[in-house]
């Protein structure tokens, strides 16, 4: 059935919007309730405890405690990491993890993102079973619940991912934007500690200022930055931790799909789970090293699903989302960052990257007053893919965290590509717009 609340990445809004301490604090509750009366919880009568972290929004400390509410109402026990990045959650989660953070959008959103015990995603089916116990009437619990502090969770996760990824960075020069969001307070001590020389910048988070102008999400400071100080390499984290891009020794853009590219030919893969959005360039790398593709829908947990499936240890996303599930349950930017710094010791990162040709693509987000898509828009998109044949494609999705269409067009030369994206826009403007 269609779900009210969740998209690719769990519930996410503007907060006081469509995201309210209300439905935070019902999410709790519910989320809760689900896990209590799993079949596949052996916990007996021990209550529920729910990790939560949460990144460095101002509304974050408000919805902190309103799912603390949600969760002690049912008699869980919420235990408060404070500000923790997304994999450090899933990495960490007890019975439940639980984010308070709306990744890469701006600060006005925020949203809520689950993870079970072991650091998976929940499924479409297990969020749809949670959007049904929201309304469920609110009775007296069998035992009072509880709040607890964690202390040190940060430190925590950074000793494993130090110890499961970190290598000799000595004589390595390298920007890092941690996009005044989660991993602030860690990321720059992590390259450091590795012997690493590190140009910080985003780490100065006030609330109002994760995601602007900086992080994953606007390459431009970290650009000029690598180039200012003569780096190596930069690293660009989104708020909450969970993704990373990169720019080049030159200050040039390096992609989600470039990064996974230079590090399945670098880590020996034989198979590598990608989303619909990553470039055909990327498949015929692939295929010219005998690596099998395995592409699933827009999400990272749809890549987890599959990577799990095909017991696969390598997957991502063009936006920069990189899982790598040997000694990690879930997509880190950190690790990622640092597998990428292992993977180009020989060659700088520009020559890495060389190895991807891209097809030229034009993407095109387009407003919308409601979710939905005519089938005239489809119909043209596989007009438009079945004329370009296998020297090109349209895809067109509703984006699953933002009210937006989404319209994506690769084709031989940048003009073509240009061309067929504005077109599809044009026609979801005036269907939707």
């Known amino acids: 059935m269609p779900r009210r609340y969740f998209g690719t990445d769990g519930v996410r809004g503007v907060v006081g919007e469509d995201l309210t301490a209300d439905l935070v604090e019902r999410i709790g509750r519910a989320a809760t309730l689900w896990s209590e009366r799993s079949a596949t919880s052996e916990k007996g009568s021990d209550p529920c405890h729910v990790l939560i972290g949460r990144d460095t929004r101002g509304s974050g400390p408000e919805l902190e405690a309103a799912i603390a509410r949600g969760i002690v109402s049912v008699g869980g026990t919420a235990v408060l990491a404070g500000v923790l990045p997304t994999p450090a959650v899933a990495l960490l989660a007890q ?52 709040v607890e502090q964690l202390e040190g969770a940060g430190e925590t996760y950074l000793r494993h991912v130090l110890e499961h990824f970190g290598q000799d960075l000595s004589g390595v020069r390298i920007a890092v934007d941690c996009a005044n969001g989660a991993f602030a307070g860690l990321a720059p001590k992590a390259f450091e500690q590795l012997g690493a020389e590190v140009h910080a910048i985003g780490v100065e988070p006030d609330g109002t200022n994760i995601n602007v102008g900086c992080g994953a ?31 080049d020794e030159r200050g040039e853009p390096v992609d ?26 990327f498949h015929r790398l692939m295929a010219e090293h005998g690596i099998r593709v395995v592409t699933t829908p827009v999400g990272d947990r749809y890549v987890l699903e599959a990577l ?31 597998l990428l710094c292992g993977a180009i010791q020989e060659r700088t990162l520009g020559e890495a990257a060389s190895a991807l040709v891209p097809y030229p693509q034009s993407q095109h987000n387009v407003h919308v007053a409601r979710r939905e898509l005519p089938q005239r828009v489809f119909d043209e998109a596989d007009r438009l893919s079945a004329a370009l044949g296998d020297k090109g494609r349209v895809l067109v999705r509703l984006s699953g965290t933002e009210p937006v269409v989404r319209v994506l067009a690769e084709a031989e030369t940048q003009e073509e590509a240009n061309r067929i994206s504005a077109t599809i826009a044009r026609l979801v403007d005036k269907e939707l717009g």
């Open 95 to 146: 019975d439940l993890g639980v984010v308070i953070s709306a990744s890469h959008n701006p600060p006005e959103y925020n949203g809520v993102k689950l993870f079970h015990g072991d650091g998976s995603k929940l499924t479409d089916e297990e969020e749809e079973v949670i959007e049904a116990l929201l309304e469920e009437p609110v009775s007296a619990p069998t035992r009072g619940g509880s």
């Open 217 to 247: 999400t606007d390459l431009a400071v970290l650009s000029h930055k690598v180039v200012e100080a003569h780096c190596d390499l930069g690293v660009a984290f989104d708020g909450d931790g969970d993704r990373m891009l990169a720019v």
């Open 256 to 281: 989600g799909d470039q990064i996974l590219a230079i590090l399945a030919l670098a880590l020996g893969v034989d198979t590598v789970a990608v989303t619909v959005m990553t470039n055909l360039g």
């Open 308 to 338: 799990r499936a095909e017991s696969a240890v390598l997957g991502g996303e063009q936006s920069g989302h990189v899982i790598w599930l040997r000694d990690h349950v879930t997509g880190d930017g950190l690790a990622a960052a640092l």
